[in-house]
């Protein structure tokens, strides 16, 4: 948003009720709409992908398909066989993050994922999930992990902090990640969108304006590569997450 001569790159991520007094009264703003679109937007895709069930598939078949698979093949390739009961949430989890990455590159969108607090509550769903799954694959051997095979006992006051740390430092490590690239992205687009405006109209459209090509031209180029930053966060959030919950199962 460009005010005056200035840029305001952060103001977009500024949170606003939706719907009125409603909204208002609820607390409802622009990033939970956007987590109820995404929330809607995945299964009536795959849906709508899948309905035919045609031998031959079409393209949009086809390209569902693909897209189960590769989740599929995530999941299984990471955890063994026993990825299968983990599959459903590895692909609601690697879809709802992607789609509210794309959803952010839309005019009048919001990218939830570019808040702490969404990042934060889904790293955290996935940390407790994988010592709920310790916990009932190894009992109390779960808390070996704290104490490296091998070490001498004496190391272990050193030892079992660093561990303990280590392992709470997953959730956020996993979050200011997925976080910390997407305010990044759209910062960059902010700026120089906004940029290109100030050219415009600071020195006339008859200067400015084939001055500003090169801004355009940028963001173009960081569209694309936003689009490429939104798949690749969104697979390595659900990669590591298949990483946690295989180390959970076969300890």
């Known amino acids: 948003m460009v005010a005056g001569h200035k840029i305001d790159a952060l103001g977009q991520f500024e949170l606003h009720p939706v719907f009125g007094a409603l909204g208002e009264s609820i607390k409802f703003t622009q990033s939970e709409l956007m987590m109820v679109v995404a929330a809607v937007i995945v299964p009536v895709a795959i849906y709508f992908g899948m309905r035919h069930k045609a031998i031959v598939p079409?393209?949009?078949?086809?390209a569902t398909e693909m897209c189960y698979e590769f989740v599929h093949g995530m999941a299984i390739g990471t955890m063994g066989t026993k990825g299968k009961g983990f599959f459903p949430f590895i692909f609601t989890l690697f879809?709802?993050?992607?789609?509210?990455?794309?959803?952010?590159?839309?005019?009048?969108?919001?990218?939830?994922?570019?808040?702490?607090?969404?990042?934060?509550?889904?790293?955290?769903?996935?940390f407790f999930l994988a010592i709920i799954v310790s916990l009932k694959n190894q009992g109390l051997k779960f808390f070996a992990h704290f104490m490296p095979a091998g070490a001498p006992i004496a190391m272990a006051p050193l030892l079992v902090p660093i561990e303990i740390l280590s392992y709470l430092s997953r959730p956020i490590s996993l979050s200011i990640r997925l976080f910390a690239n997407m305010v990044a992205g759209h910062v960059m687009l902010e700026m120089f969108a906004g940029f290109t405006i100030l050219l415009a109209t600071g020195l006339g459209l008859a200067l400015g304006g084939p001055l500003g090509v090169l801004p355009i031209v940028l963001n173009v180029a960081l569209i694309a590569l936003e689009l490429l930053v939104g798949a690749l966060q969104a697979y390595v959030f659900a990669i590591l997450t298949c990483m946690y919950l295989q180390e959970a199962i076969e300890h």
């Open 58 to 62: 079409g393209r949009y078949q086809a």
């Open 95 to 126: 879809f709802f993050i992607l789609t509210g990455n794309y959803l952010g590159l839309l005019p009048f969108s919001f990218a939830f994922t570019s808040h702490i607090v969404v990042t934060a509550t889904l790293a955290l769903m996935v």
